[in-house]
Nanobody
Framework: VQLQASGGGLVQVGGSLRLSCAAS????????VGWFRQAPGQEREPVAA????????DAVDSVKGRFTISRDNAENTVYLQMNNLKPEDTAVYYC????????????????????WGQGTKVTVSS
């Protein structure tokens, strides 16, 4: 099982990036998926998550209105569209898959996720 996060890079304040999380070795449409981020010296924090069907999404307040999570189950890929980026968005972004099928909402807790990608670095310059 592999999750491959990509799409990070260097962008100026106010710019946009789209992160992708591609899965291999598992049927992605059986899992909720979350995006997390970790800035240097800080703990990993949730960013956004999406349910198995894609019908339910969740995002933390700091990114609401700027970031959008979506999925294409036919392509086995989950996306994080990030607009109006700010310096505080600078971090390594990780995607993760949750094997649980009973949650009513996608989880924000890292310990609920079973598979993790390797991370992609996002740097927002001012």
């Amino acid at each position: 099982v592999q999750l491959q996060a990509s799409g990070g890079g260097l962008v100026q304040v106010g710019g946009s990036l789209r992160l992708s999380c591609a899965a291999s070795g598992l049927t992605f449409n059986h899992y909720a998926v979350g995006w997390f981020r970790q800035a240097p010296g800080q703990e990993r924090e949730p960013v956004a998550a999406i349910s198995i069907s894609g019908g339910t999404t969740d995002a933390v307040d700091s990114v609401k209105g700027r970031f959008t999570i979506s999925r294409d189950n036919a392509e086995n890929t989950v996306y994080l569209q990030m607009n109006n980026l700010k310096p505080e968005d600078t971090a390594v972004y990780y995607c993760a898959a949750d094997l649980s099928t009973y949650r009513l909402l996608p989880s924000r807790m890292p310990y609920d996720y079973d598979y993790w990608g390797q991370g992609t670095k996002v740097t927002v310059s001012s």
